[in-house]
């Protein structure tokens, strides 16, 4: 539909007022915003700002796209959710807050994870992508996915203090594309070597600030209005308040619109990032295991490879040696008794486990699967979670 | 001497310091003087070819290198060096 056709009635009329009446964007950019369809990756951090206001902005036609369940560790940042909806669906406690505040605009949500072989066809229905996903392997996939489709990617990213924003595969007035994810980073980082956040945390507010500049980048690239932050990387500091807008170029050598283009449709993502390649199997115990082991006296040595506040907070009794540190400390782990290596959720001790096999040779090392929070869920729920 | 700004990821190898004066002519100096003074970093910041890795960006002032004359970016007492890993998010 023709945005000049939309019409508007007398509420949506004066709820959308403060936009009218600015100059530079008018009853035009209104309509455009109506006629819109915008589908947001993720529901979470970012994606909790950014729905808010592309539902209050009149965006027409928002897609969710989330598999997550709402979690008590979610509210200190997700500011769309409430005590109320831990255990619910996302994108269904998401649609519930967001018809409450305008029931003028229509939502559509996906209760799946996003795939290389549902991508497209979710995408492909949509104007604009804004990806607020958390993993490298989903963030190649939205990338490719807008690429193959000639879509704009509003992408936005954040780790502690530190957020990110850019406009990607943005293609301006005179036809030209811009940059996108892959020319700004051809490879993603090897399996563990960025921590994520839930392993080295984010500062509440940061996806706040960080999501709503995306999502003001999502009202420009479908208005029109102002210039869009496409070939320009911009990089936020929280702790310093230091902000710096790069600039950012298209590399020839890109694989998937370079000159030689050699992507011509979605990959296994998890592959591509060694998310599956690296990973060397590691001998593992669920908690009822752990739990049996303990009840009949079993002579073990438990190693906890967390941060000594995360310890302060719950424990079981493990001997505490934070990851960083487990090299130095290897001296410290048994190696004729069987050893439980454990941490929150499974992940930090398993690299723990798989440094100390490659360098040291422990062939005496079990991971504990879930983790302590699996624990607190299976075997002493009246151990603190966080 | 140049102004380089560490990312919050690699700080816990830079003693949690996020702006670092170093001399050095070029970007590649620039970089061998850091990953000598801290040597946790060289992992991050140099690959098994001697180069800077695809996930890591490095700006000099507002410009990517590697549209300027990559390692060999010439560097000025004033200049700032920005390091900008890929950072995707929360999932553990």
Known sequence: ?386 | MATVFIPTPLRKFTNNTAKLEVAGNNVSEVVSKLTGNFPELKRHLINADGKIPSFINIFVDDDDIRNLQQEQTVVKENTIISIVPAIAGGRE
């Open chain 1, 1 to 386: 539909m023709d945005h000049r056709d939309i019409k508007f009635s007398r509420d949506e009329m004066s709820r959308y007022n403060r936009h009218i009446i600015i100059p530079e964007f008018g009853l035009e950019a209104q309509q455009k915003l109506k006629a819109s369809k915008v589908l947001v990756i993720g529901s979470g951090g970012l994606g909790s700002p950014v729905l808010l206001y592309l539902a209050a902005a009149g965006i027409g036609t928002i897609g969710i796209v989330d598999f997550d369940v709402v979690d008590d560790s979610n509210l200190q940042r997700q500011v769309l959710f409430g005590v109320g909806e831990v255990g619910q669906p996302k994108v269904e406690a998401a649609k519930r807050r967001l018809e409450s505040l305008n029931p003028h605009i229509n939502l559509k949500v996906y209760n799946t994870q996003l795939t290389s072989k549902n991508a497209l066809d979710l995408i492909k229905e949509y104007d604009v992508v804004a990806d607020g996903t958390d993993n490298f392997p989903t963030r190649y996939l939205v990338n490719d996915a807008c690429v193959l489709l000639g879509k704009t990617n509003v992408y936005a990213s954040i780790f502690q203090f530190e957020g990110q924003v850019s406009v990607f595969n943005y293609i301006n007035g005179k036809g030209e594309v811009g940059p996108n994810y892959r020319d700004l980073y051809a490879t993603p980082p090897p399996a563990g070597l960025v921590p994520s956040c839930a392993e080295g945390g984010v500062l509440g507010v940061l996806p706040g600030i960080i999501g709503s500049l995306q999502a003001l980048e999502v009202i420009k690239v479908v208005t029109g209005v102002g210039e869009v932050l496409s070939g320009r990387f911009f990089s936020f500091d929280a702790l310093n308040f230091e902000s710096r807008t790069f600039n950012i170029r298209r590399n020839p050598n890109n694989p998937l619109n370079g000159n030689n283009p050699t992507i011509k449709e979605l990959i296994d993502y998890e592959q591509f990032c060694g998310v599956k390649a690296v990973e060397k199997k590691i001998k593992e115990i669920n908690s009822l295991e752990l739990n049996e082991w303990q009840q009949r006296g079993e002579d073990f040595q438990i190693i906890d490879v967390r941060e000594p506040y995360e310890y302060e907070i719950c424990n079981i009794g493990a001997e505490l040696i934070p990851l960083a540190t487990v090299v130095e400390n290897a001296g410290r782990i048994d190696r004729k008794r069987k050893v439980v290596v454990q941490c929150k959720t499974g992940n930090r001790s398993g690299k723990a486990i798989r440094e100390l096999e490659e360098r040291f040779g422990f062939d005496n090392l079990y991971n504990l699967k879930g983790g302590i929070l699996g624990y607190i869920d299976d075997i002493n729920p009246k151990l603190t979670k966080y």
